[in-house]
């Protein structure tokens, strides 16, 4: 079960420039999310989905963009990178949004912006 | 402003011994806590959680207390082994939105052999 898996692990960009970070998910689960963590910070929330077609904001959606064609994949879009973009990202899914189910993690993309 | 707090950034304890991991939130409305695990270059992990209508959730070494009244939780690991040290996640959400989580800063642990 490869359960979350992210591409790439690591990716350096310059300031300007445009990439996508890829999330999948073969566990068949209906809600997935991206964070973003940065040194002695938790995890935030960046944009989160509940179903195909269905994306909301988070709490740091800006510089973000995101959609949700199928159920696997949920992938982040980083339209014009900045240095305050530096950071750990995090994607997870979870089967539902009730009470006793846990959401499981990829295991991170590390973005450098310069 | 902070919503969930983890005050100390790290823990150091005895291998066999207690450790004993805080958390506090703010938020009224959070309704289900959990705790996630991290080591370094990869995703956390799901450890163990507590809905509000309990004050204890027990599994295996690791027993999760919330004192609601405190708006207060802790992470009893008993006995504590040298794989046990991460970084501790406390997590938090309400209405059963575990697509929505809050996290604290997290805590290092580390125990010693």
């Known amino acids: 079960n490869a359960g979350v898996t992210q591409t790439p692990k690591f990716q350096v960009l310059k300031t300007g420039q445009s990439m996508t970070l890829q999330c999948a998910q073969d566990?068949?689960?209906?809600?997935m999310s991206w964070y973003r963590q940065d040194p002695g910070m938790g995890l935030r929330l960046i944009h989160y989905?509940?179903?195909?077609?269905?994306?909301d904001q988070g709490e740091v959606p800006n510089g973000y963009n995101v959609s949700r064609s199928t159920t696997e994949d949920f992938p982040l879009r980083l339209l014009s990178a900045a240095p305050s973009q530096t950071s750990v990202y995090f994607c997870?899914?979870?089967?539902?949004?009730?009470?006793?189910?846990?959401?499981?993690f990829g295991q991170g993309t590390r973005l450098t912006v310069v | 402003d902070q919503q969930v707090k983890q005050n100390s950034p790290s823990l150091s304890v005895q291998e066999g011994r207690i450790s004993i991991l805080n958390c506090d939130y703010t938020?009224?409305?959070?309704?289900?806590f959990l705790w996630y695990k991290k080591y370094p270059a990869e995703g956390p992990t799901f450890l163990i959680s507590?809905?509000?209508?309990?004050d204890k959730n027990e599994d295996g070494r690791f027993t999760v207390f919330l004192n609601k009244s405190a708006k207060h939780l802790s992470l009893h690991i008993v006995p504590s082994q040298p794989g046990d040290s991460a970084v501790y996640f406390c997590?938090?959400?309400?209405?059963?939105?575990?697509?929505?989580?809050?996290f604290g800063k997290g805590t290092l642990l580390t125990v010693n052999p």
């Open positions: 997870a899914s979870s089967r539902d949004g009730q009470w006793g189910t846990e959401a499981f």
């Open positions: 566990m068949n689960h209906e809600y």
């Open positions: 989905s509940v179903g195909a077609g269905i994306t």
């Open positions: 938020n009224s409305m959070f309704d289900y």
């Open positions: 507590i809905s509000s209508i309990k």
């Open positions: 997590a938090a959400n309400s209405g059963g939105s575990n697509y929505k989580l809050t």
